[in-house]
């Protein structure tokens, strides 16, 4: 079981490795995020398990873990013995750091181990998070954060009964040119934020894959990664949408029998900022998103990849800060806030802010009405 | 009375002459307008009478004429007496060609005139293009048509009646850069049109002005400058849109107490092609368009211009052909229409069809509910 990206741009990119203090670096150009003291953290190093061998764990967050400063690579949780081996081989693992999704109990007596990144689908999130809750460990999850709103208030309300941290794994959180691109919003750098238009989507391909099957996955590209193009809205605005609505087309009616295969949404929010997203597993080539302001624009694009993320600014300035490891800022960011016991930028409760509209964008679809959040 | 376009973008930039067949070469490039041979027409000039003669006849149509083949100015039609006079010093216009909306029945006792250009307020169109087909002309129409399809229908029905041609002043129908753009997705130059992001908005000034009033303007920017992004979306897709909805939101309630200020809209095509359209009158900036197909992608930015319109391809290629009067292209069209007795590309017919989806736009709004258009 995997989880995680597989969007084809991703790796075609060359891997650079400028690793940034990202996380230091993203704090401060985040004005709604509380800062608090980096200093107190000790140099201790972090033992993360990976729950969940797909794609993303092998290609990206494992590698990741390597640029670490506060993280390593503990354990694992896999479901395929063979899988177990091989990575045992690889990284060098005792046996006594190798569960399956059955025997997670048993993370609780593991001392080294002291967060689970849960990377499998979307629909088992909920199920092993709260397994490793249980088991007295931090939790790190995958984006979208599970497929409901219910799933996600069951995961927050586990690891706040085991007094365990949630973070969810927005990476671009710990992107420099998406913050640069929020400190110029905040500070009205090019003027004051009026509108925002946001697209992400590929060609999916084989299609026996578990995101095609709304069961694990919850639904189509939307929550995979147009919930991308949903985040940058909440975070270039700062606000939350007060209304949704959504339209979604299907070609495809055999590849795409459970899921929407394009969806377009839109959504006003309080200030009275517009935003209009689409999202799809049809086509490849979106990935982008703009702001407009009452004197000028930013925009990135491309904007959403794990390297080359760029982007320009009606000023004729370039938006181009150094590449860096994504995943590594982001377990490092966690690693530090529960060493120095101070809360995640990404909580749980930031999930579930982004499920609440998702669903409110599938309720849409469905219902052929714009649906109010309030 | 005046109405056409106002944005500022437009009148500051440079105006350059390079008038050339577009007529001709527009119809050679739109594959879903039927193709009439120009040959027959005989080298005549018809007699246009501007109805309205505010900003856009004064620093737009009037000087266009000028530079038209087929097309001379013949009269005017004003309720401002000193307008009426200005004008006729400039232009050398004998008193009998002058007119009053209230005399416009005279406008059959003048051959010298063929054709009544309407330029007045979106909600007087019927009544002046009504009045000058029962005088026995050909009505050519600035857009949008007027302000509710019952109104476009009667407009449609007048002309029939009359047997006069009814024309719809959509200047970019005659424009290189756009026809190369609906070229280029019709052959599929750059894959098949997946999905289109259009979007046209202006900070709008003189808060007196008819356009704040709905009972003139029969809407806000969705009726003056969204229908060109309207406009790109059905004629980039060559498809009517199936289902509508769409958000408004207002800043300034003082100033748009009757209007919305911004408006976000999107559609599904009975393609499966999604659009996203956007449009305001409170800032500026957004004047584009992109579409992307399974395998690239098309842009005009700026594309809704009187000049400088310019655009780029996923090939590398740029679109820039050459400006032009896209002024004097339209009525040379319109005169050509006339006198070789074929139908325009722009009738009422096309008018009508934005309105149905400009009416379903402020439906969706009014109603928060999606909107069929079947």
Known sequence: MENGDSFPLMNSLPSRRHFLKASALAAAALPFIPKFSLAAAPKRKLGFALCGLGNLSTN????ALQETEYCKLAGIITGTPEKARRWQAQYNLPDHSVYSYDTMSKLADNPDIDVVYVVTPNGLHADHTIAAAKAGKHVLCEKPMEVSVEKCRQMIDACKTAGKQLAI????????????CIRLVR??????????EAGFGFAIGDPAQWRLKKELSGGGPMMDVGIYALQAMRYLSGEEPISVSALATTNDKVKFRDIEESLTWQMAFPSGVLANGNTTYGFSGINR???????????LNPAYGYHGISGSRS???????????????????????????????????EGLRDMKVISAIYESV?????????
């Open 169 to 180: 794994g927005y990476r671009l959180h710990f992107e420099p040119n998406h913050q640069e």
């Open 366 to 374: 469905r219902t052929g009405k714009v649906v109010n959040l309030t």
């Open 315 to 349: 000023d004729g300035k370039t938006i181009r800060l150094a590449d860096m490891n994504q995943f590594a800022a982001e377990m490092d960011d966690f690693a530090q806030c529960i060493l120095g016991n101070r809360p995640t930028r990404v909580p749980g409760e």
């Open 187 to 196: 500070e009205q750098v090019l003027g004051s934020l009026k509108f925002i």
């Open 60 to 63: 990206q967050i494992a590698p």
């Open 289 to 299: 998103f703009s702001a407009n302001t009452d004197r000028g624009w930013l925009a």
